[in-house]
């Protein structure tokens, strides 16, 4: 049937993002609505990026796609939750130039293949999914000629990775966290431009480009789960600090804006601190009274004051289980104190 014998293409570019204030942990984990408002800055698209190419053809039996050459299954919610709300907002398309007419009711029986690829390691923590998912639903929307502006793009790339939704612009991105039980308010606005600032300047020193051995969505739940400090953190620390954070991008106040972000930084930057302080969270909530207390000095070290020493011994059997040695997870070393087992 040669009335089927055609194919619509869209390709799209989109560059990552990098919080200077972060997104860490989630209010409601399906439609990905987070804690806290974040802000971040968008990378240039010649460097750290994600292409995808989205097609239509009648002759597509199911939507498929394909992640630096090799398929991959998108029957996960993520995927679904991004190909039904773009599919639900589609227009007519009417392609004089290629003879193409798609009705708002042919895009419900039509499929997509999709085509993506990164130019740089994937999930290593670089927000390869911030990329992949933005680029993803604004190719759809365009294909599919969804009439939506970028914040409402946003919050649906938002339900593909929370942090894609800052994607969608570039320069500073402000994701607000929103109010709405639905998610229709939790969605990303431009702070400023990239014109706005460009003397800044990014370099990113990749020093693994092997995979997150936890996911940032693992990560997020258990402290989430687990952490006083989280609550504290986004309900009393963050709000201020995003208010200091757009004056300072406004005024091009880099003093401010260092400080802001190191100190953001400082609250996440070792991984392995928080999922010590869940693991000691966690074993304390289950024991019903405190086995272990944590302290951390500026540094990412933990110390540990257990509560005798056979409490002492099982730590560090615990320890020795989460964080083996000679694995992405190694704590390179355990120093025990004066009063050591
Ligand atoms: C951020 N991160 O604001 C924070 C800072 C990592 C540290 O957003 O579960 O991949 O898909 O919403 O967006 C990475 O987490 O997590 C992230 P999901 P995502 O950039």
């Not at 942090?163 to 109010?179: D, E, H, N, Q, T």
Request: with cysteine; proline share 3%.
């Amino acid at each position: 049937d040669e009335s089927r014998k055609w194919v619509l293409m869209v390709t799209a570019q989109t560059p990552t993002n990098i919080a200077v204030i972060k997104y860490w942990g989630k209010r409601d984990e399906k439609l990905i609505l987070p804690v806290n408002d974040s802000i971040s800055v968008t990378l240039d698209p010649a460097h750290l990026c994600t292409t995808t190419t989205v097609s239509v053809s009648p002759t597509f039996d199911q939507d498929r796609m394909w992640l630096n050459g090799e398929e991959i299954s998108i029957s996960g919610g993520r995927f679904q939750s991004c190909l039904r709300e773009i599919r639900s907002r589609a227009t007519d398309v009417d392609d004089k130039e290629k003879g193409i007419k798609i009705t708002k009711k042919d895009w419900e029986n039509l499929h997509v293949h999709i085509s993506s690829y990164n130019n740089f390691p994937t999930a290593a923590g670089l927000a390869s999914s911030a990329a992949g998912f933005a680029c993803l639903v604004f190719a759809l929307g365009k294909l599919m000629n969804v009439k939506e502006d970028y914040s409402q793009l946003s919050a649906i790339a938002r339900q593909g990775s929370g942090s894609a939704c800052r994607s969608l612009y570039g320069g500073f991105v402000k994701w607000i966290m929103g109010k709405d039980e639905k998610g229709t308010d939790s969605l990303a606005v431009q702070v400023a431009d990239e014109k706005h600032w460009d003397e800044l300047v990014i370099v990113i020193a990749v020093v693994s480009s092997r995979q997150k051995e936890t996911s940032s969505t693992t990560g997020m739940r258990d402290t989430v789960e687990t952490s006083l400090l989280l609550q504290h953190r986004a309900k009393e620390i963050v709000p201020k600090r995003i208010l200091k954070m757009e004056e300072a991008i406004k005024n091009r106040d880099f003093a401010s804006f260092a400080q802001l972000t190191c100190t953001d930084s400082n609250q996440f930057h070792a991984d392995l601190c928080f999922r010590i302080i869940s693991l000691v969270e966690k074993w304390n909530k289950a024991e019903g009274t405190p086995q272990v207390a944590y302290t951390f000095d500026a540094g990412p070290n933990a110390v540990l004051i257990a509560r005798n020493r056979k409490t002492a011994a099982l730590l560090v059997q615990k320890l020795l289980f989460c964080f083996p040695p000679n694995s992405d997870a190694d704590l390179n070393s355990f120093v025990l104190g004066d009063k050591s087992i």
